[in-house]
């Protein structure tokens, strides 16, 4: 199975796209997890004081969730760069030329 050199480069511009998704996600889901370790902190904080609890325990969960859901997408992304990475590997000719060819010539 012959791929043309605009096939190859749209396989490998969306495996780019994708690793640079990854790279964004990774720096979010890291964000993510300073946010919520700072939230707990708070929390310990806001424990202590009964009217702030509530307050501080939604915030905690809409970080919990939005955590979640980039912690989804970035899993999908690697997904993705998977199967683009097979799909790219399975584009390989499987035919090895192992020597030259030998012509004869006809002395007619």
Do not use: C
Request: glycine share 0%.
């Amino acid at each position: 199975m012959e791929i043309s050199m605009r096939q190859k480069q749209s396989v490998n511009q969306k495996l780019s796209f994708i690793d640079s998704s990854i790279n964004v996600s990774e720096s979010r889901l890291k964000l993510f997890e300073k946010k919520i370790m700072d939230l707990r902190k708070r929390d310990i904080l806001a424990r202590k004081s009964e009217s702030a609890v509530v307050e501080e325990a939604e915030k905690f969960n809409k970080v919990i969730r939005d955590f979640e859901i980039e912690e989804k997408t970035h899993n999908l992304l690697l997904e993705k760069k998977i199967e683009f990475s097979i799909s790219a590997a399975g584009f390989v000719s499987p035919v090895i030329v192992l020597e030259k060819p030998v012509y004869v010539q006809n002395n007619f």
